[in-house]
């Protein structure tokens, strides 16, 4: 049986290299997309100056965006797919940036609620929030399961909503204020017990 100490690791939560619809600043959340050029370029540069921490697992979204960058930053490690941490279904937002939703009515109600209403036929945030954390309990059930020394470094890379999902659910605090820029993240530990899981120190990178 693992002692307490060795029910602890540090997650490196890195949200994907950036994409058309990211410099376009539109919504991208259901619709498959690779990495841009420039995305690509990005996430070269930020790794030359040394910016993403060494990981002993890495775990990601099913997505083509995700998956793609896991292996331009970590070449020599399989990640482990999580369904659970799609990007959220932006509905009828989906591939539209915030010039082309002026003058939607059902834009500006899920403005004024500060994203607390769910997308017109999409996905609201709350479900969202609780299938991303099924994800990181299902991460973690794969690393206790592992022969072996347990890793002491683990690396996310998924979605800019699931950082902000995951860091608002465990740590508190307004959604929004976790954002993360494309190929960048947050690095927090880890910990579980008999009270459950929890997420603490978070400091975005």
């Not at 259901?30 to 030359?48: H, M």
């Not at 996905?123 to 991303?132: H, K, L, Y």
């Not at 929004?176 to 910990?191: I, T, W």
Request: with cysteine; proline share 4%.
């Amino acid at each position: 049986m693992r002692n307490r100490t060795e029910n602890q690791i540090t997650l490196v939560m890195i949200r994907h290299g950036g994409t058309w619809s990211n410099q376009e600043h539109r919504y991208l959340g259901k619709t498959e997309e690779p990495l841009s050029e420039q995305g690509i370029k990005e996430l070269l540069l930020y790794k030359e100056r040394g910016e993403y921490p060494e990981v002993d697992a890495l775990f990601t979204s099913p997505m083509k965006r995700c998956v793609q960058t896991a292996g331009i930053l970590y070449p020599t490690l399989a990640p482990v797919c999580i369904e659970e941490w799609t990007e959220i279904d932006f509905g009828a937002f989906e591939g539209k940036n915030y010039r082309e939703l002026q003058g939607d009515a059902r834009y500006q109600r899920w403005i004024d609620s500060n994203g607390a209403l769910p997308f017109p036929e999409g996905e609201s945030r709350e479900a969202f929030m609780q299938r991303c954390e099924a994800g990181v309990e299902k991460m973690i059930r794969q690393i206790r399961q592992t022969k072996g020394e347990m890793p002491k470094a683990v690396g996310m890379v998924v979605h800019g909503g699931t950082i902000m999902s995951l860091l608002s659910r465990y740590l508190g605090g307004d959604y929004f204020s976790y954002q993360a820029e494309n190929g960048k993240g947050y690095v927090c530990s880890c910990h579980w017990g008999n009270a459950g899981l929890k997420l603490t120190g978070a400091a975005k990178r």
